[in-house]
């Protein structure tokens, strides 16, 4: 599978991504992949070194009459989003990543393909091994767990990059110059219940929604796809009243960067009601789909009859749950007023975990606004701690403000349009970017983001467009030719 994509062009970052995916790289166990940078710099005879973290820096000199540019930190994030479809059997902590072409497009069989941020990481590898690029000095700077809390990015210290310019890998659309992004905060709401005895004359169900296109929590909330945390609920909440619905299991969802494609709920019924159950949760589900009808094509939501669960959650607990679950904001809470159609602050509701007593609700709320991040964190935490929740915030970080008066923005900006003949759009955007903590300690460093096209992240529909990637890579290039004399 790989070798198709070895002999893509530009092969000299087509090559590096293969090797790249040949390593497991989940967040939180990036000791692998951080082990293979370092034998990749040192391979080099390139000055090589792990931060207190886990960041891999690697330097290389300029190329012969660029020894007066600006230092420039090329940088990328090393871990990935692990999803794939239900159906797939896959390992990420053991297998390589199996990528596929088809037509213009690089994407995984069943899986995330890693082009987030791998495709970075390449291109910077491919940087660093090159003899016939012209560069400034180069700092390679390889974050790690970007993914699940930039405690790389966080954790970087000041002093250790003597770069004046950063260039971030890690934007989506090849026709956008990232200036700024949002910023995030986890939430996490949990509790115990009592477990109460299936009662007789009950019988199990499985419901199950799946089919969802998933995405990016940040860059695709705007689009108000299906969420099967906030769908399932909708079909568990009036069940006690209506057909003496008892929940046992619910698990829901993965990441909290990832909008959840997938749930699965365990319950019992009365059984008379049956029928009732039956009709009017079909009625709902045939909603439910004519609702998402253009937008979530796949979507599947299916009852089964199974085997009556031993024991269900006691019913004040679950009232609470579902109530506060519906009371709880996903999706778009408020727009940029100053910048049209961009997402400043909203939430996904990521998480829900029910069994054995414990409940676990987790949430990813964004924002370019650090003031209404913390209005929607209070809101969310509000919903939670009124059904006897306790919820805690972690993993604060902040966004990137814009600086209008970069150096380095205008001179990519120009260099798209005359390469192009057409202007980027240069703009923030509502993903979370690391150069929002890099700039706490670094604060005079000048920094722009952009990357080749990229789509469906943190879902199996992961794809990276292979023309837009030559077009990235002939811009990368051409941005390192042009960096402004010190």
């Not at 090393?78 to 479809?85: A, S, T, Y």
Request: charged share 25%; hydrophobic share 40%.
């Amino acid at each position: 599978m790989s070798l198709a994509v070895r002999n893509l062009a530009p092969k000299e970052v087509w090559n590096m991504f293969a090797d790249l995916n040949a390593v497991p790289r989940p967040s939180k166990k990036e000791e692998r992949v951080i082990q293979f940078m370092v034998n990749f710099g040192e391979n080099l005879n390139l000055e090589t070194f792990v931060d207190h973290v886990g960041n891999v820096i690697i330097k290389k000199p300029a190329t012969k009459g660029l020894e007066n540019r600006k230092t420039v930190v090329m940088q990328s994030h090393l871990d990935m989003v692990h999803q794939k479809n239900a159906d797939t059997i896959f390992d990420f902590d053991t297998e390589g990543i199996k990528m596929l072409v088809e037509g213009d497009w690089v994407t995984a069989d069943g899986t995330t393909l890693g082009a987030d941020n791998g495709l970075g990481v390449a291109s910077i590898m491919a940087v660093l091994a090159s003899t016939a690029i012209e560069h400034p000095s180069l700092e390679a700077l390889f974050t790690i767990d970007e993914e699940t809390g930039m405690t790389g990015a966080m954790g970087l210290e000041s002093g250790i990059l003597k770069g004046e310019i950063l260039l971030n890998l890690d934007t989506e659309e090849d026709d956008e110059i990232g200036m700024g992004c949002a910023g995030g905060i986890d939430l996490t709401a949990s509790r115990t219940y009592l477990e109460d005895q299936s009662a007789d004359n009950t019988t199990g169900f499985t419901i199950s929604v799946k089919g969802l296109n998933g995405g990016h929590s940040g860059m695709d909330i705007i689009k108000g796809l299906g969420n099967a945390n906030k769908i399932m609920n909708r079909l568990l909440f009036d069940g006690f009243t209506n057909f003496g619905l008892r929940i046992s299991e619910i698990n829901g969802g993965s990441l909290r960067n990832a909008i959840p494609r997938e749930s699965v709920a365990i319950i019992s019924i009365d059984s008379v009601a049956t029928e009732a159950f039956l009709l009017e949760t079909g009625l709902l589900i045939d909603s439910i789909k004519e609702e998402f009808a253009s937008i979530e094509t796949n979507l599947v939501i299916a009852i089964e009859k199974t085997t009556l669960p031993e024991k269900v959650m006691e019913i004040g607990v679950q009232e609470g749950l579902t109530k506060s679950i519906y009371a709880a904001l996903n999706g778009v809470y408020r727009m940029t007023p100053d910048i049209a159609d961009l997402v400043e602050t909203s939430n996904n509701i990521a998480r829900v975990i029910v069994k054995n007593g414990k409940i676990e609700i987790g949430c990813l709320t964004r924002s370019s606004s650090e003031t209404n991040k913390t209005d929607l964190a209070n809101s969310l935490k509000s919903a939670f701690e009124l059904s006897g929740f306790d919820v805690k915030l972690s993993a604060d970080y902040p966004g990137w403000q814009p600086n209008v008066t970069s150096e380095i923005l205008d001179i990519v900006a120009n260099l798209y349009d005359r390469l192009h003949g057409e202007k980027a759009l240069v703009a923030a955007c509502h993903a979370g970017l690391e150069c929002g903590l890099l700039g706490q300690n670094y604060p005079e460093m000048d920094m722009v983001s952009f990357g080749p096209t990229i789509r469906g992240a943190h879902s199996p529909d992961e794809r990276a467009s292979i023309s837009s990637t030559q077009k990235f890579w002939k811009f990368l290039i051409e941005i390192l030719k042009n960096i402004p004399s010190k």
